[in-house]
């Protein structure tokens, strides 16, 4: 592995590490547990896992890497605040949304070249990016590798 | 730039934006404003500000860029918890503190290469490092960028 391809490889790393604390987080919990607020009338642990799932599926089109699964999460997960919808999905649906938007995104990044990493996002245009070449697929992985971290700092403050 | 630096921008990017969420978090409270819980009975926010100062001043021996500058803030803010010391420092020492670590740190990324933010860092042994060389000093960088992120996230709760 030449150092291009190993920095990349510390950066997946990265990801799957947290992917991997935050799974180990929700996915034992019950419907019950998953109604927990992280603070006084904040975010349930519902939320944050299905706000996570929403995100990441937000990554593919984003980093190329093919269409959503899950666009409908939008609604319940993203744009809206929790509490705002009356009907989430179950346990058991948001579990497999989240291991299917993941294992999608892996797979995808196993086929990025280094180079291929430095090259713009979706979200920004040809120009913008020519004035402004950070705004690349690689700033994307670890920004969205720490938006997980955030979130699960949060989970941290619940009382065991 | 070529590719393998373009790599290590984008993450050093990262650190720096992380460093700046917190600095504008940070840096403005007052001694007063500092003494909030990000959480009923949680760490307050004068705790996390340190706390981050005493992890990045260990990142600069861990990461071969010199001598720590505030050894004196782990006992304070990293093998004790919140509350258990009564006497912190001043706001304004904990921000000179604060500035001058990150300030080490950042001056001391941009001396070194691509190949050798790959090398082994320094609470890894020679042998444990050749058997696994995921545990380098990029994977330093890109894990204290996530923990910025995990404590910001907490912050975030604090009611306005």
Request: glycine share 6%; proline share 6%.
């Amino acid at each position: 592995m030449n150092t291009e391809e190993a920095l990349v490889t510390s950066a997946i790393n990265a990801w799957k590490g947290a992917i991997e604390r935050a799974d180990k987080l929700f996915s034992p919990l019950s419907e019950d547990q998953l109604q927990k607020e992280v603070a006084p009338g904040k975010n349930r642990l519902v939320y944050l896992w299905g706000h996570l799932t929403a995100v990441h599926d937000r990554m593919l089109p984003l980093l190329y890497l093919g269409e959503r699964l899950h666009p409908e999460y939008d609604d319940l997960f993203l744009t809206n605040p929790d509490k705002s919808r009356p009907n989430l999905p179950p346990a058991g649906e948001i579990k497999k949304s989240w291991d299917a938007v993941n294992n999608k995104l892996l797979s995808g990044f196993g086929g990025v070249s280094a180079g291929d990493w430095l090259q713009k996002h979706a979200s920004v245009s040809e120009e913008e990016f020519a004035k402004d070449p950070s705004r690349n697929r690689f700033a994307i992985l670890l920004s969205r590798t720490s938006h997980i971290a955030f979130h699960l700092g949060q989970t941290a403050l619940i009382p065991k």
